[in-house]
């Protein structure tokens, strides 16, 4: 299995640009999240997916979009990059219930908006 | 609502030495619990987590935890850091699952470092 993967690594994006975050998993997982990481404060969700067709916002959700048309698949759109999205950003995945839900995370994406 | 706070930004400990990273929840009842450890660069990996019966857990990397029900605590140890075990520590919580959604809670991170 390769687990949770994120594309690409690095990413350097201007003011009004946008873009999109690949995140796959191949473990089968109902839930998937979204989180970004900023020095000395921990994980911020952004959105999370209980499974295909169903997302919710987590606690920073301004700014971003997410669809979930495939289990595997959770991809995080930018529209408008804004100098305060500068961070990096984490895919993860759980299943929904019982003792298996704890989370698997993917290497990150950095990304920089100048 | 759950809440994890995590009191120590950095801790510095001498290789060899003992350590203990505090973690402390808020939650109405018995908590999921968890410890992850992200390396520079890396992602987030689980160390060890809780969720019912003996109070002391054993993860990898030598690493254990105790949850303190009267304290509302799950402070992690290890009894001789390795320069290895530099990094980030989080930890986490989140309510049983009951049907509803998981969201867990992760703390602000400790950052241990080693010193040789």
């Known amino acids: 299995n390769a687990g949770v993967t994120q594309t690409p690594k690095f990413r350097i994006l201007k003011i009004g640009q946008s873009m999109t975050l690949q995140c796959a998993q191949d473990m089968n997982h109902n839930y998937m999240y979204w989180y970004r990481q900023d020095p000395g404060m921990g994980l911020k969700l952004i959105y999370y997916s209980v499974g295909a067709g169903i997302t919710d916002k987590g606690e920073v959700p301004n700014g971003y979009n997410v669809s979930r048309s495939t289990t595997e698949d959770f991809p995080l759109r930018l529209e408008l990059a804004a100098p305060s999205q500068t961070s990096v950003y984490f895919c993860?995945?759980?299943?929904?219930?019982?003792?298996?839900?704890?989370?698997?995370f993917g290497p990150g994406t950095r990304l920089t908006v100048l | 609502a759950q809440s994890v706070t995590q009191p120590d930004i950095h801790i510095t400990v001498s290789e060899g030495a003992s350590l203990e990273l505090r973690c402390n929840y808020s939650?109405?009842?018995?908590?999921?619990l968890f410890w992850y450890v992200q390396s520079p660069g890396q992602g987030l990996q689980l160390l060890l987590k809780y969720f019912s019966g003996d109070t002391l857990v054993q993860g990898i990397k030598g690493f254990e935890a105790e949850f303190k029900r009267s304290q509302s605590s799950f402070n992690l140890r290890k009894p001789s850091v390795h320069w290895s075990d530099a990094a980030e520590y989080f930890c986490a919580v989140g309510p049983p699952p009951s049907g509803g959604s998981y969201i867990p809670t992760f703390g602000r991170g400790t950052s241990l470092i080693v010193h040789p």
């Open positions: 993860a995945s759980s299943y929904s219930v019982g003792v298996y839900n704890e989370q698997f």
């Open positions: 939650y109405g009842a018995t908590p999921y």
